[in-house]
Nanobody, 121 residues
Framework: QVQLVESGGGSVQPGGSLRLSCAASGSFFSIDAMGWYRQAPGKQRELVADISSGGSTNYLDSVKGRFTISRDTAKNTVSLQMNALKPEDTAVYYC???????????????WGQGTQVTVSS
């Protein structure tokens, strides 16, 4: 019912920048929060940043001041601008959305397929 298509990612040197984008499509009533998670090898998946339907944002402490999340509500897209990247930012990044399929239903969580971000010299 809901499809998430991610784009962006890749390899960059420390200090470089990348931009991730995610587009949601399908049949649903509304999207609540949208966000990005990441998972490095051997580590648990963690929230990097999210943004509510009202535009409130939340960031992982280690990315504050370097990453910026934005959202186009009309297009059902969410982006993550990543600047001043560090080797420790290397991970698979996953788009996540919380979607109400019908107005009377509780939001459900959907995940993108993941995109690799590698920061290395």
């Amino acid at each position: 019912q809901v499809q998430l298509v991610e784009s962006g990612g890749g390899s960059v040197q420390p200090g470089g920048s990348l931009r991730l984008s995610c587009a949601a499509s399908g049949s649903f009533f509304s999207i609540d929060a949208m966000g990005w998670y990441r998972q490095a090898p051997g580590k648990q998946r963690e929230l990097v940043a999210d943004i509510s339907s009202g535009g409130s944002t939340n960031y992982l402490d280690s990315v504050k001041g370097r990453f910026t999340i934005s959202r186009d509500t009309a297009k059902n897209t969410v982006s993550l601008q990543m600047n001043a990247l560090k080797p420790e930012d290397t991970a698979v990044y996953y788009c996540n959305t919380r979607v109400r399929i019908r107005y009377y239903m509780s939001p459900l969580s959907y995940w993108g397929q993941g995109t690799q971000v590698t920061v290395s010299s």
